[in-house]
């Protein structure tokens, strides 16, 4: 039995790739505030193992009890294989530096880079001595490379992101059993993140036309097609440890 933890499973790019895993040789745990019921409905008709935590990845202080809790319900003598995708994320606050709510800007730090932090190390923690195939791959973005106006958090907390995983294999080189950690950014998808992105203001985001181009003219990446390709980097040989790609002009 292969197990994946997916954070953001119940929308968007987490429940395209959830619904790509599931299978009855796979189980799947899905956390997020909410459930997809989709996922619950496909998980049943192909006898898949699918279990949803409802938890807030903004509570981070609970997130080592929580990861406690999981593993707790998995037999690992009968694992073959332990896979985390940090996929949770938000956009918000889209302003300007000076005129952030403090409260939203730390609240986006918390989910964006402390909750995969912690997640990650409760994964290598209770994974450590298996000697199976153990992966972690964090969500990136263009913006973890690139600033963008108005998006100071979301490239701060992208960019951290990124820097984090790199650590783990550097410091995974020396295990036995290493963890291996790899980024990707997704390309554009069609998900509520987009639609959050076309409703700011303007002067938050002076990139804000690009995006509704983006959309107006179908160049949105379905997020059916986008969990595809996510899935088979996670369980192929093209996850290359201490890496971060941009699976952009693969499609
Ligand atoms: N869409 C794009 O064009 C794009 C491009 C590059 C990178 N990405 C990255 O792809 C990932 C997925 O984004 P998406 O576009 O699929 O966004 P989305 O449709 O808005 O989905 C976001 C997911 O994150 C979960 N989430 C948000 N806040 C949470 C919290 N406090 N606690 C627990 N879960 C939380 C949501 O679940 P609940 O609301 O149920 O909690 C949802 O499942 C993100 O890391 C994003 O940065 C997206």
Excluded at 108 to 123: C, G, T
Excluded at 136 to 144: C, E, F, K, P, Q
């Amino acid at each position: 039995m292969k197990h994946f933890i997916i954070t953001g499973a119940s929308k968007g790019l987490g429940e395209g790739l959830a619904i790509e895993l599931i299978n009855e040789n796979h189980h799947l745990v899905c956390i997020a505030r909410n459930e997809s019921q989709k996922l619950k409905q496909l998980a049943a008709a192909k006898n898949c193992r699918l279990d949803f935590i409802l938890f807030d990845l903004a509570v981070t202080h609970d997130i080592p009890a929580m990861m406690d809790s999981l593993f707790e319900q998995i037999d690992k003598v009968q694992a073959e294989g332990f896979y985390l995708v940090n996929n949770a994320g938000i956009i918000q606050p889209v302003n300007r530096v000076e005129d952030y709510d403090p409260d939203e800007a730390e609240q986006h730090m918390k989910i964006n880079l402390v909750a995969p932090m912690l997640i990650s190390a409760a994964f290598i923690r209770h994974t450590k001595s298996l000697p199976i195939k153990k992966r972690i791959l964090n969500i990136s973005s263009g913006a973890a490379f690139n600033p963008y106006y108005g998006w100071s958090c979301y490239c701060t907390g992208k960019a951290g992101l990124d820097m984090f995983g790199r650590c783990i294999s550097e410091e995974q080189k020396e295990e036995t059993h290493p963890v291996e950690t790899m980024g990707v950014a997704p390309g554009i998808i069609d998900t509520g993140m987009q639609t959050t992105i076309r409703s700011t203001d303007e002067r938050a985001f002076k990139h804000k036309e690009k995006f509704v181009e983006f959309k107006e003219s179908g160049q949105l990446i379905p997020p059916a097609i986008a969990g595809k390709r996510i899935a088979q980097l996670l369980i192929s040989d093209e996850f290359k440890d201490g890496t971060t790609i941009d699976v952009r002009e693969d499609y």
